[in-house]
């Protein structure tokens, strides 16, 4: 049997080919979520190690005590210190080329180069108070010897002269400084900043250990903690890791799609070679082979498919964790190949294939010695049978079932139900394709005027099981597609609409620090400006609510601010009035009439959260702040711009922006730019959900073309049959082009309806508990999805196409 294997391979190397393509494909996804989890890791390790080289001992502060200047002297006076630097981050805006503020960072330079974690690019670090280095992406715009405003905490400005460049790992998570300065420079814009670290370097022949301890003795203060440098960077390391398991876990999930849709194609392509190997399989079993061989040889067949796609996969995996980061905008590309990924790829790729292949393998097992004596034909068994029309049934009903529940249960509850309906449903429709596959393409065959529809429709219903097959691998890929691009575009909707209700403003001016208010006359000076119908300023705070606790509030004047009322009544807030949230109200208990602090609860509202136009948990009147707020301080503020009737937006907003020229740390942002603001991060997420499943979608696509191509080899006789009676090498080929777009319509449609519905469900879902979301599908990208499959169906059939159009006449 094994010489036979061999003898099989050797023979049918396109078949098994084609077959490992899926393979491939699919170990590549896995391999490439491996290898992106491992190097999440591998630039943290390489951020730490920037970060904390040349360090021999940290020294930290905790429990309210600080490390200043003369903990500094002394650290530096300890015996065995070769250097010490304290590490102190300030807040420190700058003005852009543009002369827009923009949020930065600043540190000191150091006095020892070994401590620095950063490394100089071009020029050199600053010497002088009115010297500054830049990193070097943050530099751009910027040339060497131009000056660079930088505002303090205060909102002064500084005047520094760009002396060089430097770089650091940034992709890691750590943060850090974009600003270098010098320690005198740091005094200035922030005379309170203390030292959040002091690291140390070690005389030659000091180990850390001893450095440690001598430190210690001399630091004997409580608050005060010493590290040695490996320790430091283990804690740095691990108080950073949670970030890389999140990743894992989002690359792991496409990973197991792109593997289950790999096992359906698999599965697929050996019940098709199994089909046609029904006379080899039956001839064996006349000359001896029992029935244990022949489900072994194909399972052979299948593990050594899957080990050489595996390694394959696994070299594909290391070009996609390459393309996605470089993709991504990453500086370093890291491709860390582990022993584990190597080994998990491979055993994952033999394994899926081995198992897809074990139904065929058993339905070899099955095949009579006669059958050697008999020419095969596609009978009832390529039928669908009534088991399979009461599993979609059985599955139909428990989607709708479950769906139902959904929609009565509350929302946490609910989105655990709406996930099992989804998944019940697309059982359904997988269940079902066969029953679908035959009328389907019949249709379409009717709706495509020329003979080669005819030919295709009638070659795909002539196996709607191996039709259906085909098309459920796309079904899965597009249904997760349909679904997050649906959801993502109602998350949008949502938050779109709510900032349409919530903001009866068309511009927010803030403040570039956050801890840094606003004028308190900005709003005054503003309504003044020509177009300006009136203006709203709005604060945040701490307030103390009583025996309910400290919440941070907002403090409003005006009427620009109208959040979604969920009881009560809010047109605008007076003295004694209070609007609460509604998790406040949940939190708390407090409802419409209730009174806390001497304030009467007039509302509960629920909003949404955008710079400029946070509600907090609570609104009150700007008047009442000062009652109820634990300190005198505000932040997060910012002033609402209502344009007048007929203003012309763009005159408006120049005549905006020249008023608040003597406001260098006033940003201003339209409405638009508001909602582009809040939907960003999102659409970068889905950008990635596309890109990540877009693999799996290849996957299915490559399924449809070895499908054709061994339905080719099936049909040879009748190809060259058709030729003989005048059907042209070129038509053929049509034959097979159309059927493939019949096969993708088929998947793409039903992965369309299963991902569009399912996200229907699960937006109401979460609209139940209040999140602002909608139902608002983006046709025009689900547009470009079907077009690209329809478009995408040909390639899948060129190959197939060009082998069926060389079939000789007989």
């Not at 002369?99 to 690019?121: C, E, M, N, Q, W």
């Not at 547009?783 to 329809?790: F, I, K, P, S, Y």
């Amino acid at each position: 049997m094994l010489r036979t294997v061999l003898a099989g391979f050797k023979a049918r190397p396109l078949r098994l080919l084609l077959s490992a393509i899926a393979v491939t494909l699919g170990v590549t996804f896995v391999a490439g979520s491996f290898v992106l989890t491992d190097a999440v890791g591998a630039g943290l390790r390489e951020a730490v190690a920037f970060e904390t080289r040349g360090v021999d001992a940290s020294i930290d502060a905790s429990r309210g005590a600080e490390l200043d200047d003369s903990v500094l002297e002394k650290v530096r006076h300890v015996p065995g210190v070769a250097a010490a630097d304290g590490r102190a981050t300030v807040s420190a805006p700058v003005l852009d080329p543009a002369g827009r503020p923009r949020d930065a960072a600043a540190t000191a330079s150091g006095t020892d180069s070994g401590l620095r974690p950063y490394d100089l690019v071009d020029g050199r670090f600053p010497d002088s108070a009115g010297e500054i280095a830049m990193e070097r992406n943050s530099a751009e715009g910027f040339s060497p010897g131009q000056a660079v405003t930088v505002f303090d905490e205060a909102g002064g400005r500084h005047s520094f002269t760009l002396t060089g460049k430097f770089s650091r790992p940034t992709d890691s998570g750590l943060g850090g400084a974009n600003l270098v300065v010098t320690q005198e420079a740091l005094r200035r814009l922030d005379p309170s900043a203390t030292y959040g670290e002091i690291v140390v370097r070690a005389a030659p022949g000091v180990s850390q250990a001893r450095l440690v301890a001598d430190l210690k003795k001399s630091l004997d203060s409580k608050g005060i903690t010493v590290s040695t440098g490996k320790e430091s960077a283990a804690r740095l390391l691990r108080e950073t890791a949670p970030n890389a398991a999140g990743m894992a876990k989002f690359f792991t999930a496409f990973a197991v799609l792109a593997m289950v849709v790999a096992a359906m194609v698999i599965t697929n392509s050996f019940t098709i070679l199994v089909a046609q190997r029904a006379r080899e399989l039956a001839l064996l079993r006349c000359v001896g082979a029992g029935k244990r061989q022949v489900f072994t040889s194909v399972l052979a067949e299948a593990a050594v498919v899957g080990a050489i796609a595996s390694v394959a996969g696994l070299f594909g995996g290391l070009g996609v964790a390459a393309a996605l980061q470089a993709v991504s905008g990453q500086e370093n590309v890291y491709l860390p190949l582990t022993t584990r990924t190597v080994v998990a790829a491979v055993a994952i790729g033999v394994l899926v294939t081995s198992l897809a292949a074990a139904i065929p393998a058993w339905s070899a097992t099955r095949v009579a010695p006669v059958e050697a004596l008999r020419t095969p034909v596609e009978g009832r068994s390529a039928r669908a049978g009534r088991p399979r029309t009461i599993i979609a049934a059985v599955l139909l009903a428990a989607g709708v079932g479950l769906g139902v529940l959904a929609l009565r249960a509350e929302t946490e509850d609910g989105a655990a139900l709406a996930v099992a309906a989804m998944v019940a449903l697309l059982g359904a429709t997988l269940a079902a394709g066969p029953l679908v596959a035959g009328p389907v393409v019949r249709a379409l065959g009717t709706l495509v005027p020329g003979q080669p529809a005819k030919l295709a429709a009638l070659n795909a219903d002539r196996n709607p099981k191996r039709t259906a097959a085909s098309a459920a691998a796309l079904t899965i890929g597009l249904a997760v597609v349909a679904l997050a691009s649906t959801v993502a575009a109602g998350v949008e909707a949502g938050r779109s609409r709510g900032l349409d209700e919530q903001l009866a403003a068309d511009f927010t001016v803030t403040s570039a620090l956050p801890a840094r208010p606003l004028p308190a006359t900005l709003a005054d000076t503003l309504s003044t400006v020509p177009g300006v119908a009136a203006t709203t300023t709005r604060r945040s705070f701490s307030g103390d609510l009583g025996s309910y606790g400290t919440y941070q509030l907002t403090a409003v004047s005006g009427d620009l601010l109208r959040p979604s009322v969920l009881s009560g009544r809010l047109d605008r807030l007076g003295p004694g009035q209070i609007a609460i949230s509604k998790t406040l109200a949940q939190e708390t208990g407090l409802a419409v009439g209730d009174t806390v602090r001497d304030l009467r609860v007039v509302a509960v509202y629920d909003g949404v959260d955008a710079p400029g136009v946070d509600l907090g948990f609570a609104l009150v009147d700007i008047g009442q702040q000062q009652a109820i707020a634990l300190g005198d301080q505000s932040y997060d503020g910012s002033v609402l711009v209502k344009l007048a009737a007929g203003a012309d937006p763009s005159q408006a907003r120049s005549a905006l922006e020249k008023e608040l020229s003597g406001t260098p740390l006033a940003k201003l942002s339209s409405l638009a730019e508001l909602k582009e603001e809040a939907s960003a991060p999102l659409r970068e997420t889905l950008n990635l959900m596309w890109a990540l499943t877009a693999l799996a979608v290849l996957i299915a696509f490559a399924g449809i073309a070895n499908t054709l191509t061994l339905s080719v080899l099936e049909r040879t006789r009748e190809s060259a049959l058709l030729r003989a009676l005048g059907l042209t090498r070129a038509g053929l080929g049509a034959a097979l082009t159309v059927e493939s777009v019949f096969v993708a319509l088929l998947g793409a449609a039903c992965g369309l309806l299963v991902g569009i519905g399912s996200a229907w469900l699960i937006t109401e879902v979460a609209s139940g508990g209040g999140e602002p979301i909608m139902f608002a599908p983006p046709w025009g990208r689900l547009g470009v999805l079907l077009g690209a499959a329809v478009l995408a169906a040909p390639l899948a059939a060129l190959i197939p196409a060009r082998r069926a159009g060389r079939s000789p006449l007989p």
